[in-house]
């Protein structure tokens, strides 16, 4: 139980494209769930905390319009990349906290690996 | 801001000796430490979490918390190859105060 996933695993696209990043709960419902950013060799930074039905918190310097968060259902949240730059281009991971008892816990997705070219 | 430090290594143990991993902490009113494994290119798993003072042990894995010193530590006994990753020390942070906020990692290699 617990699984997390992401689509897509892996897109490269151009300049000034925008890019959409789904993480799904695939077995359990999730109020909050939260994006990550990590460059290579370094470690998850914080992005946002995504609730269902509810604006995003996002942390400092994340920039809200470039970055979009919706959390529509229980298992569902989306991250949109809008005029992606190659400064953008990074690992993007998603983790979903599982609502009831099991709450302290935090289960990852696979990631997605975003180039812009 | 709460920050976690760790160092980032690498830490070379050969198989079967003890590895230790360590991370101190900022904030004192910080409540729980989570420690979480991270191959190359994949997503973070857990290990473990632990909540109070004193030691937790699951399998070869200890995790050893003291608040008073704002330091949270990971022992990985009969250490194997397949463990050589990098280990992520968080506590929980974050603008909502729910997400994790990571420490850089210490990267350990476990030599055959």
């Known amino acids: 139980g617990a699984v997390v996933s992401q689509h897509p695993s892996r897109v490269i696209c151009k300049s000034g494209t925008s890019v959409k990043i789904e993480c799904r709960s695939l077995?359990?419902?999730?109020?909050?769930m939260f994006w990550y950013r990590q460059f290579p060799k370094q470690s998850l930074m914080l992005m946002a905390t995504s609730n269902e039905g509810s604006k995003a918190t996002y942390e400092q310097g994340v920039e809200k319009d470039k970055f979009l968060i919706n959390h529509a259902s229980l298992t569902l949240s989306t991250l949109t990349v809008t005029s992606a730059h190659p400064e953008d281009s990074s690992f993007y991971i998603c983790?979903?906290?599982?609502?009831?008892?099991?709450?302290?816990?935090?289960?990852f997705g696979p990631g997605t690996r975003l180039t812009v070219l | 801001q709460k920050e976690v430090e760790q160092n980032s290594g690498p830490l070379s143990v050969p198989e079967g000796a003890i590895a230790s991993l360590n991370c101190t902490y900022s904030?004192?009113?910080?409540?729980?430490f989570f420690w979480y494994r991270q191959y190359s290119g994949k997503s973070p798993e857990l290990i473990m979490f632990i909540y109070s003072n004193g030691d937790k042990e699951d399998g070869r894995f200890t995790a050893q918390l003291n608040k008073a010193s704002q330091y949270v530590s990971l022992l990985i006994r009969d250490s194997q190859p397949s463990d050589s990753a990098t280990y992520l020390c968080?506590?929980?942070?974050?603008?909502?105060?729910?997400?994790?906020?990571f420490g850089k990692g210490t990267t350990l290699s476990v030599s055959s």
């Open positions: 983790s979903a906290r599982p609502t009831g008892q099991r709450n302290n816990e935090q289960f």
């Open positions: 077995d359990f419902q999730a109020t909050t």
């Open positions: 904030d004192r009113g910080s409540q729980s």
């Open positions: 968080a506590v929980k942070g974050g603008q909502a105060g729910t997400a994790l906020i």
